[in-house]
């Protein structure tokens, strides 16, 4: 009788304390569950949950999952959610439900949560999930949290660089279907004794590399058609006509009396194949030089190492060819390539 009196007593101190008896279960946590989050940075917005939680125990028909959100979140309610399964999604504040007619067996779901904005503050913050039969009775419980911080600032800087060369090219080499017919060096195009209807070529090659986003140009240049002492020159080709647009098919010189534009003429060809102006030298077509106008004979839209042929190694060769009509001289001029990478 007393142990029953001792008994008693502890209840009615525990009823007069708490206002009821404290039940004696408790609910059962989740086998596991985790969140992943696509960024932890302070009010972070459109941020994505991956939440996956492991169920042991089955929800009956019309019970639901649920995740609530502490305040330090924006209305969760209102992002986009994707519940598990058949799912249907609920909830009002920071609190969404996945609710299940059919119930839902135990197992591993995922619960998604797109466009949420993060809080305001550094710190963890603490999420609980809940499994519920119909009416709300608790069948499994945990919590978890993820971590608010502030994001890292990465800076680095690469400098610009930029190599061009320019060498020369041995006889016999090929650059866009025209052979040479001497050997050059990088500052000289040594064509010697011209003679009569007799095609001279020399070549150079050109090579480029650079770390530029956007790639670079080649262009060249002339200060002045070939020039004599005595003010003859030999004109662009063709006949004095400059293709300096459009390539053309070489052509030797008209040789029209009283026409000096026809007694000879200069021009070039490059064995890159695709130029930005979108009139490359294809099929040994070449152009000529119109006046000092710039044109290009080398391209390409990235990085180039200086090595690899179309992207940062080219070759240019240039050809004269006279008529007998060619006024007597020694000629002269010369060309300037410019290297124009774009950052």
Known sequence: QKQKFLIGLL??????????????????????????????????????????????????????????????????SSTNVTC???GAYGGTGNTITCAYTGGLVPGLYTILLS?????????????????????????????????????????????????????????TTAVNGVTTTGSSTYNTLAFGVLSPNVKKTLGQRLNVTTNANYGYTVTVAQDHNLLSSNGADIDSFK?????????????????????????GHFGFTSGDTVLSDGNPFTGSLYKGFWGTTPVEVMYHNGPADGLTSGVGSSTVAY?????????????????????TPTY
């Open 319 to 339: 050809s004269i060819e006279i008529s007998a009509l060619q006024e007597a001289g020694d000629y002269s001029n010369t060309l300037t390539y410019v290297c």
């Open 239 to 263: 006949d004095g006509s400059a293709a300096s647009t459009t390539p053309l098919a070489w052509a030797s010189p008209a040789a029209l009396l009283g026409n000096a534009h026809t007694y």
């Open 84 to 86: 598990p399964g058949s």
């Open 11 to 76: 209840m009615l101190t525990m009823l007069l304390m708490y206002g009821s008896v404290p039940s004696v279960t408790e609910a059962i946590s989740l086998k596991s569950v985790k969140d992943t989050i696509s960024s932890s940075d302070v009010l972070k917005a459109n941020v994505t949950h991956t939440i996956i939680a492991s169920t042991t125990q089955a929800i009956g028909a019309d019970g639901y999952i649920e995740v609530v959100f502490p305040a330090a979140f924006a209305d969760i």
């Open 115 to 171: 466009g949420t904005t993060n809080p305001a503050t550094v710190g963890s913050q603490l999420i609980t999930i809940n499994t519920r039969q119909t009416g709300g009775a608790l069948i499994e419980h945990s919590t978890f949290r993820v971590a608010i911080v502030n994001s890292v600032a990465v800076t680095a800087t690469v400098e610009a660089s930029l190599t061009f060369t320019v060498s020369g090219l041995a006889t």
